[in-house]
DNA sequence: AGCCCCTGATGAACCGGTAAAGCTCCGATG
DNA sequence: CATCGGAGCTTTACCGGTTCATCAGGGGCT
C-alpha cells in the first residue's frame, strides 16, 4: 500500500494559476513572454502545490543532462585511504552546486569497465560529459571513448590524455624542487617509492625524478614502484632500509605510504628525521599526525576538482578549451626531513 | 564547430530492423510479444547502430528513476580522510551496479543543506530513493523528508530514525566487548575519545560506555567529543595524557583519531602498549600501517553499504521493510593493546 | 481610421521512450 | 466450416516538460 504519491505537474500549476503549461514553462526558465504579475502568481502557486519541474521531462525536452560522470579505478579499500579523491571531488561538486547539477559517482574495477560504463552513460545520456582520471600511458579508454562525441575533460599530463583537453599539475617540476630541497639539506642517496609504472603521472614522476638526480650528478635508479597502498609502501620501504647502502631520504607518491614508511621505520629502528628523511606526496591532513610531522608535497586538491569541473562545462557547452595546468605542488617542510646524517 | 552527434534514436532502430518503436521496446524490455528471430535482428541492428535507451525518456515513460541519492555532511578535508565513506559507497555501488543503477552523491555543509537537496531530488525526481546517513539525536531531517514520500533507508539506529527503515551496527555491544577487553587486561581508567555528541552513534556509544564501565565499577566518566578530525582526536588525547591521573586506555572513535593519539602519545614520550593501550574504531588499512599497529573493532563496511542499498531497492519497490542491525564490530588485537602498567 | 508593432499569452508539436489496446494471420477446436 | 484464441506486430496514447508559430489586444503613428 505505497502512497498515492500526487504526483504534482505543471499541468496543475498551469490550472492552478489559470494560465497554460507554456507560460509556467516560461515564467520558470525565467524567460520573457509572462508579465512579473503573472510569473509571481505562478510562484507562488508552484511553492503551494509543492511543484518542481521533473527533470527527465527537462532533460528529454532539452536534450541535455544537468549530470556528470565520474568514474574511479581503483580497489574501495585504497580509495579510502587516499584523501586526494574525496578532497577532488568535492572540489567538482563545488562547481555543480552551483548550477544544480548532480555527480554519477562509479567505482570501478577495471579500465575496460570504465570504458563500457562511459559508453553507455553516454549512449543512453545518464550524463552530459565526464571527467577522466588515472590516465595510464597508451590508455586503453582514448580510443573507444574519443570517437563516441562524449564531453570529456581528462586529469592528467597533455601527453597522456590523447587530445582530450585536460588539466594537469605539474609533478616533473614538483618532483625537481622535492629532490633538490633533499639534496640541499645533505643527501646523496635519495630513493623513491612510486606508483604503479603504467600509470602516467607515476611514469612522470619517475622520470622526472632520474633526470633530476642525474642532472645533480646523483644515482636516480633507486625507485620502486607499488600499488600506492600502504601495505606496498610499507613493503618497499622495508626494501630499501634493507639495502647495503641504504638511502637517506626517501620521497613517497602519497601520504598513505609515507605514513606507511615511518611505521617501517619506527618498526626497524631507524630515527626518522635523524637518520632517515621522509616526504610525503598530497599532503592531506595525515600528515599532520603523524610523529615525527611528514614533510610533504602539498598542492591544493579542492581547487583542482573545481577547475576540472568548470573546464567539462566549457567543453559540455561546445567552447574550444586548451588544457592548462593547475598550481604546482609545492614543498611543506615539516620534522619528518631533517639534514643528512654525517656519511658512515 | 561542436560534432552533429547523430541521435540514434528507437525510430532509427525500428526502421533499419524493419519493424515498429513498440516492437523494438519490448525486444530490448524481454518481453513476450517479438519472436526470437526478430528479437535478434533488433539487437543486431541495435549493437550496429549503437543505440542504447535514453533513459530520461524511459525514466519519463516508465515513472521511475534508475538513481539514488546520497548525500554526506561532513567538511571534505575530514572525508577525505574516513575510510569509512568510500568503504560504504563501494557496498552501496556493489548493488547497484547488478541492477544498472547509479550513485548521485553529494557533500552538502549542514543538515539544512541536505533538506533542500533531498526534496528537489524527489520532487524532481533525479532519483528513485535515498540513503540517509550520519543521524543525530531529534534530527531535523526526519519531519520534512518524512512526509514528502521520499523511499529512503536510514543508516543509523532506530532510535535515531523516526520510524524510518534502518540498518545499523550495534555499536552499544561493541563498546562493551572493547570496554570489557580492556579491563580484562588490567586497565581501569579508560577513557573514550568520541565524536560529536549530537551525533546518534557517538551518543549512543558514550552512553554505553560509560554504563559498561558503570556495570564494572568503575569510573566511566572520562569521554571526550570531538568532531571526528584527527586534529581533535590529538587535542583530546593530549589533555588526556596532561591529566593528573592520566588514562592507561584509550577508545577512540575512528581510526583517524587513534593514529593522532598514537602520535600524540610519542611526541609526549608515553611509549604504548607499554604505558597506554589504544583501541581504533573501523578498522581500515591504516590500522596496520602505524608503529605499533593498531588494535582495533573492526567492522564490515563494504557489506553495511550493500545490505543499506538492497534495502533501499525494497523500500523503493514498496515492501514494507524491517530495520534490521548488521554484523556487530568486533575486536582485532593488535600491537597497540597490552596489560595495564603496573598501578604507580 | 487604419496600420504597425510589441507584449503577453495560448496551443500544438515534439523530445524518445513505454504500455495497452487493436489488428492479422494461423492453427486448433467443436 | 465457422469460430476461437493466441502469437506476433502495429497503432496510438501517454509521460511532463520545452519551444515555436500564432494570435488577441492595446498603444503609438501617420
New interface residues.
Given amino acids: 500500500m505505497?502512497?498515492p504519491?500526487e504526483?504534482v505537474t505543471i499541468k496543475d500549476v498551469a490550472a492552478a494559476a489559470g494560465v497554460s503549461k507554456g507560460a509556467v514553462s516560461l515564467a520558470f526558465n525565467h524567460k520573457p513572454g509572462v508579465s512579473e504579475a503573472t510569473r509571481e502568481r505562478i510562484f507562488a502557486v508552484a511553492r503551494e502545490l509543492?511543484?518542481?519541474?521533473?527533470?527527465?521531462?527537462r532533460?528529454?525536452s532539452r536534450?541535455s543532462?544537468d549530470?556528470i560522470g565520474l568514474a574511479i579505478c581503483r580497489p574501495?579499500?585504497?580509495?579510502?585511504?587516499?584523501?586526494?579523491?574525496?578532497?577532488f571531488?568535492?572540489?567538482i561538486?563545488s562547481v555543480l552546486?552551483e548550477r544544480?547539477c548532480?555527480?554519477?559517482?562509479?567505482?570501478v574495477g577495471s579500465l575496460e569497465e570504465e570504458i563500457h560504463l562511459q559508453q553507455?552513460w553516454w549512449?543512453?545520456?545518464?550524463v552530459g560529459g565526464s571527467v577522466l582520471v588515472d590516465f595510464h600511458q597508451d590508455d586503453p579508454r582514448l580510443d573507444p571513448l574519443g570517437g563516441?562525441?562524449l564531453p570529456a575533460v581528462a586529469v592528467g599530463h597533455p601527453s597522456l590524455t590523447g587530445g582530450l583537453p585536460s588539466v594537469w599539475t605539474d609533478d616533473a617540476t614538483a618532483v625537481a624542487e622535492a629532490v633538490r630541497y633533499l639534496v640541499a639539506l645533505g643527501h646523496r642517496r635519495i630513493a623513491r617509492v612510486g606508483g604503479p609504472a603504467g600509470l602516467g603521472h607515476s611514469a612522470i614522476r619517475a622520470a622526472a625524478f632520474e633526470r633530476t638526480m642525474a642532472d645533480l650528478g646523483l644515482d636516480g635508479g633507486l625507485h620502486l614502484e607499488t600499488g600506492f597502498?600502504?601495505?606496498e609502501?610499507?613493503r618497499a620501504t622495508r626494501s630499501l632500509l634493507l639495502a647495503s647502502e641504504r638511502p637517506t631520504a626517501i620521497v613517497y607518491d602519497n601520504d598513505?605510504m609515507a605514513?606507511?614508511g615511518?611505521?617501517?621505520a619506527?618498526?626497524m629502528g631507524v630515527a626518522v628525521p635523524d637518520e632517515l628523511s621522509l616526504l610525503a606526496w598530497d599532503d592531506?591532513?595525515?600528515c599532520?599526525?603523524?610523529?615525527p610531522?611528514l614533510s610533504a608535497m602539498s598542492h591544493d586538491v579542492?581547487g583542482f576538482g573545481a577547475q576540472v569541473a568548470r573546464m567539462l562545462f566549457d567543453v559540455i557547452a561546445?567552447q574550444d578549451v586548451p588544457s592548462r595546468p593547475v598550481t604546482t605542488p609545492s614543498l611543506v617542510p615539516r620534522a619528518s626531513t631533517a639534514p643528512a646524517p654525517p656519511a658512515g
Fill in positions: 505505497s502512497a504519491t504526483r509543492g511543484w518542481a519541474p521533473n527533470s527527465s521531462a532533460s528529454l536534450q543532462v549530470a574501495a579499500r585504497l580509495l579510502g585511504l587516499e584523501p586526494f579523491y574525496m578532497e571531488i568535492s572540489g561538486e552546486a544544480s548532480s555527480l554519477l559517482l562509479r567505482l553507455r549512449r543512453e545520456r545518464q563516441i562525441g597502498s600502504g601495505e609502501g610499507a598513505i605514513v606507511a615511518l611505521g617501517v619506527a618498526e592531506s591532513q595525515l599532520r599526525l603523524t610523529h610531522t579542492h561546445g
